[in-house]
């Protein structure tokens, strides 16, 4: 079984797909998805299927640069980040809850940098990933 609640690879997810998956956490992407689109250039969006444990992940970009992967599951969407070393700094700078920092730091560092998932269930989760995002940006 994948991550994603989209785990067949024969099968491109579309938004009413989505919709009927996520239920009443559709609301919640698309307050994620306006966010970027309002807030940063040259956004854009595709469908990517990594592999079997992972299904189909949503990859947002600001021109080349990956801002967030969103992972639509049975509990929640999660979001995914990769935060260099620049953006791990600031980070441990920026008003963010000391449990998603702490699984920040504790996050084995690779060349590309430092991941971190955020389960999004509800609005304060929203701000969350804006935060995040806000430091990914900058950084």
Not at 129 to 138: E, G, S
């Amino acid at each position: 079984m994948s991550l994603s609640i989209f785990g067949d690879k024969k099968i491109l997810p579309n938004d009413e797909m989505l919709g009927e998956a996520l239920s009443e956490l559709k609301n919640h992407w698309d307050s994620i998805k306006k966010h970027i689109e309002n807030t940063y250039d040259k956004i854009s969006g595709e469908w990517k299927y990594y592999s079997k444990s992972s299904g189909w992940t949503f990859v947002i970009k600001s021109g080349k640069r990956t801002l967030v992967y969103l992972i639509p599951t049975e509990e929640c969407i999660k979001a995914s980040f990769v935060f260099g070393e620049k953006a791990v700094e600031a980070a441990q700078k920026a008003d963010l809850p000391e449990a998603i920092l702490k699984r920040l730091l504790e996050s084995k560092a690779y060349v590309e940098g430092r991941s971190i998932m955020v389960d999004v269930e509800n609005d304060n989760h929203i701000d969350i990933v804006k935060k995040l995002l806000k430091i990914k940006t900058d950084n």
